[in-house]
Nanobody, 123 residues
């Protein structure tokens, strides 16, 4: 079993930055968690893949919609994953979910999910 908890969401003006964090824990962590990543879901929209990284840090990918603005990193010693979001746009407004998978790539699915954290970009 793996538990994921997101934090760091909030309200920010367009052009601003936020850093989301995801704390991972559980009996089978990290053996059953080969990769971690982020999804988001805007009001009235389907869940969208944002990016992912292997726990080893060897492989990573990022969605074209956020490439150049968002970056994913991880700290194995702290069991943490981060999403650095820069140059935020109103269309980035969504609930952001931390996710983990027992394989690679992640893309459209995951095995474990956090509860979500709200990111709102104004103007």
């Amino acid at each position: 079993q793996v538990q994921l908890v997101e934090s760091g969401g909030g309200l920010v003006q367009a052009g601003g930055s936020l850093r989301l964090s995801c704390a991972a824990s559980g009996r089978t962590f990290p053996v059953s968690m080969y990769s971690m990543g982020w999804f988001r879901q805007a009001p009235g929209m389907e869940r969208e893949f944002v990016g992912a990284i292997t726990w080893s840090g060897i492989s990573a990918d990022i969605a074209r919609s956020v490439k150049g603005r968002f970056a994913i990193s991880r700290d194995n010693t702290k069991n943490m994953m981060y999403l650095q979001m820069n140059s935020l746009k109103p269309e980035d407004t969504a609930v952001y979910y931390c996710a983990a998978r027992d394989g690679w790539p992640m893309r459209n699915s995951a095995d474990y999910w956090g509860q979500g954290t709200q990111v709102t970009v104004s103007t």
